[in-house]
């Protein structure tokens, strides 16, 4: 895992949203270790889906 790189992606995608980067870093420093440890989680797209914040449509 890259996590300055996937930080940085992060920033643009989402200015402003210091809370938001303060979570995604505080948990991908916490799984580092084991995501790095398992090459089946990056294939997987692990942190792509636990980045993703969540979204509610309205119909």
Same mark, same amino acid.
């Given at each position: !895992?890259?996590?300055?790189?996937? !930080? ?6 989402? *200015? &402003?949203?210091? #809370?938001?980067?303060?979570?995604? %870093? #505080?948990?991908?420093?916490?799984? #580092? ?5 398992? *090459?089946?989680?990056?294939?997987? &797209?692990?942190?792509? %889906?636990?980045?993703? *914040?969540? %979204?509610?449509?309205?119909?």
């Amino acid at each position: !895992m890259n996590l300055e790189k996937i !930080m940085t992606d992060l920033e643009k995608k989402h *200015p &402003g949203e210091v #809370e938001y980067l303060q979570a995604v %870093r #505080e948990v991908l420093e916490s799984i #580092e270790d084991i995501y790095n440890e398992n *090459p089946q989680f990056e294939s997987a &797209g692990i942190i792509e %889906r636990i980045v993703e *914040p969540d %979204r509610i449509f309205n119909l």
